[in-house]
């Protein structure tokens, strides 16, 4: 199963070690990394080229809205994880993803 994380700082990369030991084939989008054949500089292209079936959206809290539109944009329609609350209280939350859940960790 082809997984996508959306950022790399601290939790991006421990749900990226946690997704390699679990058996995925895990790419991600991070400006921190240079490109390779599992990190992509755009969210668009990775979709594209991957097509993964689970999503972490692990960048800025402040992005994941915008991530998440882009990610219905771009025609993702598998399960996604987004790493922290989100406030729907601007936005509509009827979003036409496999599943969505939230993670927290205090």
Known sequence: ?????????????RHKSTLDKLGFQTFTVSSHNKESST?????????????????????NTADHLKTLLDLEKF????????????DFKSHRSNFK????GVGFNL
């Open 1 to 13: 199963m082809k997984a996508l994380i959306i950022g790399l700082g601290a939790i991006g990369s």
């Open 39 to 59: 990190n992509f500089h755009s969210l668009s292209e990775a979709i594209s080229k991957i097509e993964p079936s689970y999503v972490v959206v692990a960048n």
């Open 75 to 86: 025609e993702h329609m598998g399960k996604v994880l987004v790493e922290k609350p989100l």
């Open 97 to 100: 993803f496999e599943k969505i």
